[in-house]
């Protein structure tokens, strides 16, 4: 069965620092992974996909397979970075989602 | 890209009464799915609601407590039966897009049962 894990709740790092969200996975095939955000009053949405292979307001995730890892990281974090961050797998037309991990920036 | 509507966005609800949640996309879409946000804890699938079918349910989730409408290919709704303080949630419609590429989600309903 497919997993999705963020050991993280809460991550808090000063601006300008850089920033490592962990997302591990379990999941037998070749896995299709996401990274949603949610930011305060807002709802969520997509914030980058691995397939993509694509820099989002900084940030990237590479797909480990090795080690079924797809953390998400940015070298220097922003205030306006603050949010809630969800990994997410999708198979069988389903998406299945970590418990998030909330990046506080401070200033 | 879909843009989903959802009503209520929150709502406080005595126990053992039952809430429908409805949610409206500005697109014909195949599948519309239903989640489940409690604090702290990952978005949970609660069922897929397929139109003119019976929805699926997940593991854990039952058609007499959540049942679903699905009228047509833009619509539908999640009820909450017999509410408990322990169906205290967030409440979440999503829709995928073409081949699973994206999820989008309305803004959610915030559910307190006293």
């Known amino acids: 069965a497919q997993r999705v894990t963020q050991p993280e709740k809460l991550l808090s790092v000063f601006k300008g620092a850089p920033v490592e969200l962990k997302c591990n996975y379990s999941y037998s095939g070749s896995p299709e992974l996401f990274w949603y955000v949610q930011y305060s009053r807002q709802r969520l949405q997509l914030l980058l996909r691995h397939i993509s292979r694509e820099s989002i307001k900084g940030f990237t995730a590479d797909l480990n397979k090795g080690e079924t890892s797809f953390h998400l990281k940015k070298p220097f974090a922003q205030e306006e970075d603050s949010a809630m961050y969800y990994c997410?797998?999708?198979?069988?037309?389903?998406?299945?989602f970590g418990s998030g991990t909330k990046l506080n920036v401070k200033p | 890209s879909a843009v989903i509507s959802q009503k209520p966005s929150r709502d406080i609800c005595q126990r053992g009464t039952s809430l429908t949640i409805q949610c409206q996309v500005d697109s014909q879409v195949t599948m519309m799915f239903w989640y489940r946000q409690q604090p702290g804890q990952s978005l949970t699938l609660i069922a897929t609601?397929?139109?003119?079918?019976?929805?699926?349910?997940e593991s854990g989730f039952v058609i007499d407590k959540f049942p679903i409408s699905r009228p047509n290919l833009t619509f539908s709704t999640l009820t909450v039966s017999n509410m408990s303080p322990e169906d205290s949630s967030i409440y979440l419609c999503?829709?995928?897009?073409?081949?699973?590429?994206?999820?989008?989600f309305g803004q959610g309903t915030r559910l307190t049962v006293v």
């Open positions: 609601a397929n139109q003119g079918s019976e929805a699926t349910y």
């Open positions: 999503s829709v995928d897009g073409t081949g699973g590429t994206e999820a989008f």
């Open positions: 997410a797998l999708y198979n069988f037309n389903k998406f299945y």
